[in-house]
Nanobody, 119 residues
Framework: QVQLQESGGGLVRAGGSLKLSCAGS??????MGWYRQAPGKQRELVAD???????NYADSAKGRFTISRDYDKNMVYLQMNSLKPEDTAVYYC???????????????WGQGTQVTVSS
């Protein structure tokens, strides 16, 4: 059974930092990523990373967020710096056994972790 378990969300003031972690089990993943969904908005990609280390970031995340993977532990991380109130959302870990370039190509999703940035 494939499982993704996120941790690390919370409440932080604008300008602060948080690090999200996602532990994967039950499969070897080619692409792992982070998505987020704010109230009333569609789920959107934040960043993803392939097994060979290629990364992709949303424009809103470039320069502030860093995605990384620990292949031995089957984990993916999202270091978020210079957080803004508009970063407030539920953040979801996603994984795919193949290269994923679209939301629909991710087969597995975590339950999500809330990130709230106060002004």
């Amino acid at each position: 059974q494939v499982q993704l378990q996120e941790s690390g969300g919370g409440l932080v003031r604008a300008g602060g930092s948080l690090k999200l972690s996602c532990a994967g089990s039950g499969s070897i993943f080619s692409t792992m990523g982070w998505y987020r969904q704010a109230p009333g908005k569609q789920r959107e990609l934040v960043a993803d990373v392939t097994r060979d280390g290629r990364t992709n970031y949303a424009d809103s995340a470039k320069g502030r967020f860093t995605i990384s993977r620990d292949y031995d532990k089957n984990m993916v991380y999202l270091q978020m710096n210079s957080l803004k109130p508009e970063d407030t959302a539920v953040y979801y870990c996603a994984a795919a056994p193949q290269i994923a370039t679209m939301t629909s190509e991710y087969d597995y999703w975590g339950q999500g972790t809330q990130v709230t940035v106060s002004s």
